[in-house]
T-cell receptor, first 115, second 113 residues
Framework: AQSVTQLGSHVSVSEGALVLLRCNYSSSVPPYLFWYVQYPNQGLQLLLK??????LVKGINGFEAEFKKSETSFHLTKPSAHMSDAAEYFC?????????????FGTGTQLKVEL | NAGVTQTPKFQVLKTGQSMTLQCAQD?????MYWYRQDPGMGLRLIYYSASEGTTDKGEVPNGYNVSRLNKREFSLRLESAAPSQTSVYFC????????????FGNGTRLTVT
């Protein structure tokens, strides 16, 4: 069964600093990978997705993620954090079913941005 | 364009009571999903419907039932609520392909006392 591990349930950075949120997946074949963001009292919004077209994926709000098959990783980065980036971030993986996109989510990383 | 709409936003139940969570989407998506979110556990799939007329169990289906009423609507029913079902419930929808992103509603916060 596929699984997703997010290292660090809480990450704190200073405004302007690099953001790095870690995600590793367990799968026998390269899966589809996603990053979602959740702001307080809201649903999840798609940040970006990897679908094998390119290993470096750019998303919204300046975020990007790099797929590394050898490391089974899909870490999320942003060069310069902004206060508005404070939210919870979820990595997710899907498997090929031919019927719907059933995502398996990581346990989430709460990002705090400090002045 | 409302996207995915969930009702109610908040609900408090007593143990043993029943209720139905409603979800509707206006994006003409074939696939719909119900997830629950608990602290430190991420989101876990309860049930999904790959297309109108079909439903399947996800990772944590016990204690729940679903109905795909039509292409737009997918409801989740708790027949006899238990405190372990205290959670935030999210409905989502997507196109049926394996790499289609999910579009989420804003959630229903359920407390069972």
């Amino acid at each position: 069964a596929q699984s997703v591990t997010q290292l660090g349930s809480h990450v704190s950075v200073s405004e302007g600093a690099l953001v790095l949120l870690r995600c590793n997946y367990s799968s026998s074949v390269p899966p589809y990978l996603f990053w979602y963001v959740q702001y307080p009292n809201q649903g999840l919004q798609l940040l970006l997705k990897y679908t094998s077209a390119a290993t470096l994926v750019k998303g919204i709000n300046g975020f990007e993620a790099e797929f590394k098959k050898s490391e089974t990783s899909f870490h999320l980065t942003k060069p310069s954090a902004h206060m508005s980036d404070a939210a919870e971030y979820f990595c997710a993986v899907s498997w090929i079913t031919g019927g719907g996109n059933k995502l398996t989510f990581g346990t989430g990383t709460q990002l705090k941005v400090e002045l | 364009n409302a996207g995915v709409t969930q009702t109610p936003k908040f609900q408090v139940l007593k143990t043993g009571q029943s209720m139905t969570l409603q979800c509707a989407q206006d994006m003409n998506h074939n696939s719909m999903y119900w997830y629950r979110q608990d602290p430190g556990m991420g989101l876990r799939l309860i049930y999904y419907s790959a297309s109108e007329g079909t439903t399947d169990k996800g990772e944590v289906p016990n204690g729940y039932n679903v109905s795909r009423l039509n292409k737009r609507e997918f409801s989740l029913r708790l027949e006899s609520a238990a405190p372990s079902q205290t959670s935030v419930y999210f409905c989502a929808s997507s196109h049926p392909s394996d790499n289609s992103p999910l579009h989420f509603g804003n959630g229903t916060r359920l407390t069972v006392t």
